[in-house]
Nanobody, 126 residues
Framework: QVQLVESGGGLVQAGGSLRLSCAASGRTFSTYTMGWFRQAPGKEREFVAAISGSGGSTYYADSVKGRFTISRNNAKNTVYLRMNSLKVEDTAVHYC???????????????????WGQGTQVTVFS
């Protein structure tokens, strides 16, 4: 069992930046692919970014490529999402998720993730 706790969300003006963090419990953090998803009101939860267990591979949704950066620190059991050049359409609840080893790469589907955090709200205003 893995527990995930996100933090770092908030209110930011368009063009600004935020860094989300996701702290994970457990001693096998480095074996999990980690992902970030987001869900805007009235919309489906969508994939944002993923990072492999070692941190050597990353994958992004086209909508955030070049603006967002996913990273991890396995010694701290933490994954990050640095969000630059934020847009109003980035407004959503952002969720951290963990995918057990052995799944395909890149893991961009919700059903490939086994554990989810409670989410953190990101609101971008113009």
């Amino acid at each position: 069992q893995v527990q995930l706790v996100e933090s770092g969300g908030g209110l930011v003006q368009a063009g600004g930046s935020l860094r989300l963090s996701c702290a994970a419990s457990g001693r096998t953090f480095s074996t999990y692919t980690m992902g970030w998803f987001r869900q805007a009101p009235g919309k489906e939860r969508e994939f944002v970014a993923a990072i492999s267990g070692s941190g050597g591979s990353t994958y992004y949704a086209d909508s955030v490529k070049g603006r967002f950066t996913i990273s991890r620190n396995n010694a701290k059991n933490t994954v990050y999402l640095r969000m630059n050049s934020l847009k109003v359409e980035d407004t959503a609840v952002h969720y951290c998720a963990a995918s057990r080893s052995g799944r395909s790469w890149p893991s961009a589907r919700r059903d490939e993730y086994d554990y989810w955090g409670q989410g953190t709200q990101v609101t971008v205003f113009s």
